[in-house]
């Protein structure tokens, strides 16, 4: 035994000098693959110890220092990552290594250590360093880090990759006045001369750098207890009715860890679960431990919210509480394999929501919530698969998408069944138990699954998780029975390995995965079946509506067929779920192609003569946006201006915002008006600095909107990132197609710099909303021209352009079976 180990320890050390004398990616600018490999091999045992100063002013500079202690299997070269804004290290003065003071070296990005300043076993380093800001999103009296995937680097010196996880110990001097929340809990505050508070937080877990979190600010405090587990929920929201949701909130956070902790019979791993409720919040939400952020958009409701709008919280929540076992406690080595979490979490998310709702079809909550989002990338040329390639952790934010989030769930979902669900959860307790606050890929949990099941898991998994695209699908009807015909319509000859109903309706129960071509015929058969309630079954009628969508997107059904037959749909249709996809479908087809008279008619009727206030207010926020007619426009001001003299809906204060700019621009005589009495009615400073940034990209006048898109262009005026994205849809509003085709080289020539200085989904934000109302040919051309001009392009951006252009493309074209 002694023998074989100090045979591996030598191959260890060889691998380690041999990667640093050959390999000189481990110095390029970023976090290679290559370094990570090396680090993996020759660090462990880290915990770091970080202070910030951080000033009230938030155009002054943070000052830190760091304390950073770890062992080394021998005795080499250490490097670590950091990239501020500004030139130079960042390092003040002097770095001291193991208690000696030398200069520091600085390369692409990174701080070198030289070896002979190092040894074997543990080591120290201790420095002082100005904090990048980056992914600190600092506002007048907030300040919140975000740092996923590889933006940990951004902020402090540290080895930014998710296998080297660390402990954390933490302390914040903030002015008095302020709180703030991070991973660890509260070990002391001390009161300060200069109105300044020093707090001190707890050494954390070990966890990975993109999930190291500290939020502080003019921040209120609200709490809930149940069964001795206290959460604080940090925010700074006014508004008491949106304050007053904090029990629901709460109840279906302890919910959350309730069921996750029965399911894999783990305790939550970690100290504590605070939330941070975050004003124009760049996602939903993230699961930093401990210290977890929600987006104020989708925690806090407004007074009528739609079933779907519930449910979306209860999802998010859950989403965000089951990341807690799976990409916190056991974290992907690579962010190759980032879905692995998002997989997790999302799958995990329907099941825990489907208790709180007990009266929803929770197979068609399924199939609603993953296979539309799913398609309107697989769909495309654009396509990626849902394990990426990533050489770079730079380009780790490319990796993230709709397939991560959600063909992955669909995946998952097919594996469960493929195994057996009692299986399933014998190897989730087993990967758990055996990864247990360290990192397991995705091969290693088939590898555990495959042990619990007959069926070959790793050859279905490479055709599912490891290409691209979708299978087209045939069904064929013989003596009164289905079978289907699958083939790849990318000429790889793939088979997707998977049951598909074959009863009298094609894909009935909406587990088959992909597009059932339709002849334009069959299509309109099957309207005809779903508008005459022949189709009794929510889930088969969801499952045609989603693929005559898809048959219109790939053209072989008109899109004007499509809404006006799919509104014709939507007057009789009484499932929620499936109102509100048709209605998704309807307002998409109208933004991206032209909107039918018919279809603007038929949603006024349901808007007034509707007796479900829901369906109203559903109704009113998509004719808002896609109408054309002066008349509704019209009718549309009148509950705008007077929304307490209308009956129909109840519009809360997000509600008249939105209507705000659909107003703005299509009355151009109005504009100032609009303005003026929305923002005196607002409530909060917080909806009042979001109106008035957004509002300029409405106007009417042409150089005004090119001086609202020339400012996007500077970073510093894209620091709240939704808000961003709005002003840029509202630029590019189909109401202003012509007009705005002149945005679209300019605003796709800065996308490398929109993925460099924004969080993840930026760049894709930043596309759909430049792209996704455009239909011309020229705008298709300028997209071509474009990526001609750039060859050199990062094939993962071009993967993004591709899937936000896909409609540029489209054409409508007959099927024939064959």
């Not at 009161?191 to 003019?218: Q, W």
């Amino acid at each position: 035994m002694m023998t074989k180990f100090v045979k591996y320890i030598i191959i260890g050390s060889l691998f380690i000098t041999s990667c640093v004398r050959q390999n000189n990616k481990i110095f390029d600018e970023g976090v290679s693959y290559e370094l990570a490999i090396f680090r993996k091999n020759l660090i462990d045992s880290l915990v770091y110890s970080l202070h910030f100063e951080i000033p009230e002013e938030k155009t002054s500079e943070i000052i830190a220092s760091a304390l950073i202690n770890f062992s080394l299997s021998q005795k080499e070269m250490v490097i670590l990552d950091f990239k501020p804004e500004y030139e130079g290290s960042g390092i003040i003065g002097k770095l001291e290594v193991n208690g000696v003071s030398i200069d520091p070296e600085f390369l692409n990005e990174h701080i070198l250590v030289s070896k002979k300043y190092l040894k074997r076993g543990n080591n120290v380093l201790k420095f002082a360093f100005r904090a990048g800001e980056q992914s600190l999103n600092r506002r007048d009296d907030l300040l919140y880090s975000l740092l996923v995937p590889d933006r940990a680097r951004t902020l402090f010196p540290c080895f930014d990759q998710p296998d080297l996880k660390a402990g954390y110990n933490l302390s914040l001097n903030i002015p008095q006045g302020w709180n703030a929340v991070a991973n660890g809990g509260l070990f002391k505050s001390d009161t300060l001369e200069n109105r300044r508070v020093n707090i001190k937080f707890n050494l954390t877990d070990p966890i990975p750098t993109y999930l190291f979190s500290f939020v502080a600010g003019n921040l209120n405090v609200m709490q809930a207890e149940k069964a001795g587990r206290v959460i604080n929920g940090y925010h700074q929201e006014t508004d008491t009715e949106k304050i007053s949701q904090w029990k629901d909130i709460s109840d279906q956070i302890f919910h959350s860890l309730e069921w996750m902790e029965e399911y894999t019979g783990v305790k939550y791993p970690f100290e504590k679960y605070d939330i941070a409720i975050i004003p124009g919040f760049q996602y939903g939400g993230m699961e930093h431990t401990g210290a977890t952020l929600y987006s104020d958009r989708t925690m806090f409701l407004e007074k009528e919210a739609t079933l779907n709008e519930r449910m979306d919280r209860a999802k998010l929540i859950a989403h965000e509480t089951a990341h807690m076992w799976f990409g916190d406690y056991v974290t992907m080595p690579w962010f190759n394999d980032v879905w692995t979490k998002e997989v997790f979490a999302n799958w995990f998310a329907s099941q825990i929501v489907s208790p709180l709702y007990p009266d929803v079809d929770h197979r068609v909550n399924f199939v609603n919530a993953y296979y539309p989002a799913s398609y309107a990338e697989d769909r495309t040329v654009g396509a990626n698969p849902v394990q990426q390639r990533l050489d770079n952790l730079k380009n780790a934010g490319l990796v993230y998408g709709n397939i991560i989030y959600n063909k992955a769930p669909i995946v998952m979902e097919k594996l469960v069944m493929k195994v057996g669900y009692d299986n399933f959860r014998l190897g989730i307790k087993e990967y758990l138990s055996t990864y247990a606050y360290s990192n397991a890929s995705w091969s290693q949990l088939i590898e555990i699954l495959d042990k619990l099941s007959d069926e070959d898991l790793k050859k279905w998994s490479s055709v599912w998780i490891e290409e691209r695209g979708r299978p087209h699908i045939r069904a064929v009807r013989e003596n009164g029975d289905i079978s289907y015909k699958q083939y790849d319509p990318l000429e790889r000859g793939l088979v997707w390995e998977q049951d598909i109903n074959s009863d009298s309706i094609i894909n009935s129960d909406g587990i088959g995965y992909g597009l059932f071509l339709l002849t334009k015929e069959e299509a309109i058969e099957q309207f005809k079946k779903i508008k005459s309630g022949e189709i009794d079954s929510d889930i088969a009628r969801l499952s045609m509506i989603i693929n005559l969508y898809e048959n219109m997107e790939e053209g072989y059904l008109g899109s004007n067929e499509f809404m006006i037959n799919a509104c014709d749909v939507l007057i009789i249709e009484k499932n929620p779920l499936i109102f509100s996809r048709l209605l998704g479908y309807i307002s998409s087809s109208a933004q991206k192609y032209l909107l039918p008279s018919e279809v603007e008619k038929c949603l006024m009727d349901i808007l007034v003569q509707d007796p479900d206030r829901q369906r109203k207010m559903q109704v009113l926020r998509v004719l808002a946006e896609i109408s054309v007619s002066p008349e509704i426009t019209g009718y549309i001001f009148k509950m705008w201006e007077n929304p307490d003299n209308q009956k129909l809906v109840n519009l809360g204060e997000r509600d008249l915002m939105r209507l705000s700019y659909e107003l703005a621009v299509r009355d151009a005589g109005q504009w100032q008006y609009i303005y003026q009495k929305q923002y005196s009615r607002l409530k909060s400073d917080l909806r009042r600095g979001e109106f008035k940034y957004i509002y300029p990209s409405t106007s009417p006048i042409s150089s005004v909107r090119d001086s609202v898109f020339n400012s996007l262009k500077n970073a510093q005026n894209r620091g709240v990132e939704p808000w961003t994205a709005t002003s840029l849809a509202l630029l590019n509003h189909h109401s202003r197609r012509d007009e705005s085709v002149k945005y679209i080289i300019p605003a796709l020539e800065i996308l490398e710099e929109i993925q460099k200085t924004g969080d993840i989904f930026f760049p894709k934000d930043w596309l759909r909303s430049l792209l996704g109302s455009h239909n011309s040919p020229a705008a298709r051309d300028m997209v071509e021209r474009f990526l001609i001009d750039k060859p050199g392009l990062n094939p993962m951006l071009v993967s993004k352009i591709r899937q936000q252009s896909h409609h540029l493309y489209r054409y409508e074209k007959g099927y024939r079976a064959n």
